[in-house]
């Protein structure tokens, strides 16, 4: 079996728990089973370029290091939504091939993982380490200290606070809180209504809404693995509360490897020895041990930390509320330790303080600390009641309260005997073994290959609609390339744009496929096509493709477009266009688009396909040529807009989906062949006068709440974008392009748009 390991970091660079347990995991798999296991995971190295990709074989494993510094961020939905590495991802899955994938975390990575993963019918097993899906600093602690309750679809804006403002970077957001905690007295809160008015504005409708959108976003992630498993059954009734099935969630608790945890013959200590194993962070409370080891009896302990400073979301500020208490007599501080050398830290112990603020999982170093025979004082917050048992194995305080933290280690030192009894009780606690883990999970790893044939999904009903104008001969090559793909639509709409009729009876041999619609005059391509999409969703249609009529499609096009819609999962698909007489060059595999300078463009244009990695992945847009749309799309944002009349009316539609929060993207694998121009004429000046209106226009319409400034700029910068553009074409005189590209900008000046007026 071919095993896709999906992880957020990994040993030997990133020593988390979760981290950890992914690699222990997989090689348990690799070692019992036989199996391949492929990891993708994240590096961040500033020294490389941004995205960068390299593989290394090591502890039979294929490990797949993608680097991420945030660097390339600009907005809050770029830091977990990352087009860029799902289409790496992408690319590995259609390289690999597996079977089934085991995700363990998807924080520095992308969520699109889980979507691709799903559109190629792969089936994903997901391990809850944390709350990152519905919360995006993980631990459900909010900026002011607190453990928050839960997400709602708009009650995470005092954590998102300048993340959700779009002119800000995320990767700026740590530095600008620091400096805003910093600022003295009313400069300080001047800063700080300045920011909640920027993040007020930035909200404005639910439907720019940075957190609405993050938390609809993932409940639909959620929507699509196949399976979850949850480490404790704190987190698994918390998920249940935030929507997943509760058939689609186990408890599964860690396994560990028995042979390396024993419990160890303590050397006897006059002093009682507290140890603490975790980052020095504010949510892990190292401060609260410190604080309660103060109010001991002057040498009745020493405390010794094993964790490195950790500054959680960029919060600096701990590190200084922490430094006084390390310097206390009797506190040691050893830095991180590998987790080959926690035996031996656990081994010079006596207990183990976990001071965790924040609802734990299930932190693996309480476990490793029960195997070793080492007692555990812990907070009663989350998922560690489950293995700490009060006075059993260990002793419970409140989570946050230093008192009842003092308590339970004054009793340590005080009650005869308790500290062997709850040895005694470490010792006797069932733990699970890894290998019994690991069989679980391979088992549900075959369970869930050997059903997928049985649960693939009923295909919806789906029509294209075939624009003609003046082009009888293309249509009819058009409606042929989609009667015979291996996806045939259910309805074929040709929508006539033509005065005359030409085209009519060559259609009939399709019989009942297709649906004949003239309108008698010209509509434009977002009129004409518009005339389509209404038959087609009268008829029933749960996707409509739209089709130039200069368009064939490969046999396997539609197949995949559709595939890539999962049920449920409303949006845009395309396919990589390719020149219809140069068939090895691109066209377009998608658009880019920069909201700010307004420049729009076809990425990879003019690239060579042979060299082109035909990869999956999220765009603005998509080449309006061929595109696949889901119903719900169109009851949500309308049609086209009819007042482009040609051209950029789909990558208006595309943003306006995106901004209802639709995605679009390109499917790897899906090849349509496009001619261009053949109705208006590939060198007609024409072509400019609409690029430049309806550029204009459509740079206007997105970005219609932005202020004066910007969208002057923007205007000004457009306007000499198409003149240039048309300095350089070809077709015409000079001067006809250019007098056909300022006509364009004056129309759009003067608020003219559908036909071109002078023709």
């Keep these: 079996m071919r095993v896709l390991v999906v992880v957020h970091g990994f040993p030997p660079l990133a020593q988390g728990g979760a981290e950890i347990y992914a690699h222990e995991h997989a090689q ?61 991802a992408a690319r590995l899955v259609d390289e690999y091939q597996p079977d089934v994938a085991h995700l363990h975390h998807l924080t520095c990575l992308s969520t699109e993982i889980v979507h691709l993963l799903a559109a190629r019918g792969i089936p994903t097993v997901f391990t809850l380490h944390d709350y990152w899906l519905m919360c995006h600093r993980g631990q459900l602690f909010d900026v002011h200290g607190q453990v928050c309750a839960g997400p709602e679809p708009s009650g995470c804006h005092s954590c998102l606070g300048l993340t959700a403002v779009p002119a800000v970077p995320s990767r700026l957001v740590p530095t600008l809180r620091s400096l805003e905690r910093r600022l003295p007295g009313p400069i300080g809160a001047q800063g700080r209504r300045w920011a909640a008015k920027l993040t007020a504005r930035s909200a404005g409708h639910a439907e720019h809404d940075a957190a609405a959108r993050r938390f609809a976003h993932m409940q639909d992630v959620c929507d699509h693995v196949t399976q979850f498993l949850a480490p404790s059954r704190s987190i698994r009734d918390r998920f249940i509360q935030f929507g997943v099935d509760p058939g689609r969630i186990s408890l599964a608790p860690y396994g560990f490897d028995h042979h390396r945890f024993v419990p160890a013959k303590r050397i006897p200590s006059p002093r009682l020895r507290l140890g603490f194993l975790g980052s020095l962070m504010v949510s892990k409370g190292p401060h609260l041990l410190l604080e309660a080891y103060r109010r001991l009896p002057p040498c009745a302990a020493t405390v010794d930390l094993f964790g490195a400073h950790a500054d959680y979301h960029g919060d600096t500020s701990y590190r200084h509320r922490l430094e006084p208490l390390l310097s206390l007599p009797g506190v040691r501080i050893h830095g991180p330790r590998p987790h080959a050398e926690v035996p031996d830290a656990l081994a010079s112990l006596d207990a183990l303080v976990v001071t965790s603020v924040w609802p734990e999982t299930s932190p693996l170093v309480v476990r490793e600390a029960l195997l070793s025979g080492l007692p555990v004082v812990a907070s009663r917050v989350g998922g560690i009641p489950e293995v700490v048992a009060h006075e059993l194995n260990g002793l419970l305080f409140e989570p946050g309260h230093v008192d009842d933290l003092c308590h339970m280690l004054t009793r340590l030192l005080n009650e005869p005997g308790l500290l062997h009894t709850l040895a005694a009780g470490a010792i006797a606690t069932s733990i699970r073994t890894l290998e019994n883990d690991v069989a679980a999970t391979r088992s549900l790893y075959r369970s869930l290959v050997d059903s997928r044939p049985a649960v693939r999904r009923p295909q919806s009903r789906l029509a294209a609609v075939v624009l003609n104008y003046r082009t009888a001969d293309d249509t009819v090559l058009a409606v042929s390339s989609l009667a015979a793909s291996d996806r045939c639509p259910d309805q074929i709409v040709v929508v006539d744009n033509d005065v005359s009729t030409e085209c009519q009876p060559r259609l009939s041999r399709f019989g009942a496929l ?60 395309g396919p990589l266009v390719v020149s219809r007489s140069m068939p090895d060059v691109v066209a377009s595999a998608g658009i880019d688009y920069n909201p700010r300078s307004g420049r729009m463009r076809h990425r990879d244009f003019g690239a060579s396909v042979t060299d082109h990695a035909r990869t999956s992945g999220e765009r603005a847009a998509v080449s309006g040529c061929l595109m696949l749309i889901t119903r719900d799309v169109f009851d949500r944002i309308g049609l086209l807009d009819e007042r482009y009349f040609f051209s950029f009316e789909e990558i208006d539609f595309c943003l306006r989906a995106r901004k209802a929060g639709f995605p679009t993207q390109i499917v790897a694998g899906a090849v349509a062949y496009h001619e261009g121009g053949r109705a208006i004429g590939v060198t007609s000046p024409r072509r400019l006068y609409f690029a430049a209106r309806n550029h204009l226009l459509m740079a206007s319409a997105i970005g219609a709440t932005d202020d004066a400034v910007t969208r002057a700029c923007r205007t000004m910068h457009i306007a000499a974008l198409c003149m240039a553009h048309a300095a350089r074409s070809s077709g015409g005189s000079l001067l006809a392009r250019l007098v056909a590209t300022a006509r364009g900008i004056r129309d759009h000046a003067r608020g003219r748009y559908g036909p071109d007026s002078s023709v």
């Design 28 to 88: 348990a798999i690799t070692r019992t089973f036989g199996d391949q296991v492929h990891v993708l995971t994240r590096e961040q190295d500033v020294t490389r370029p941004e995205y960068a990709v390299r593989t290394e074989r090591r502890d039979n494993l294929t490990i797949t290091w993608v680097n991420n510094t945030f660097r390339s961020v600009r907005t809050f939905e770029d830091s977990y939504r990352n087009a860029p590495i799902g289409e790496i």
């Design 514 to 573: 297709v649906t004949y619609l003239h309108t008698g005059r010209n509509l434009g391509f977002s009129g004409g096509m518009n005339v389509g999409i209404r038959a087609a969703l009268d008829s029933g249609a749960e996707r409509v493709l739209l089709v130039n009529s200069d368009v064939v499609l490969a046999p396997d096009c539609l197949e995949r477009l559709d595939d890539a819609l999962a049920p449920g999962r409303g949006g845009i698909a």
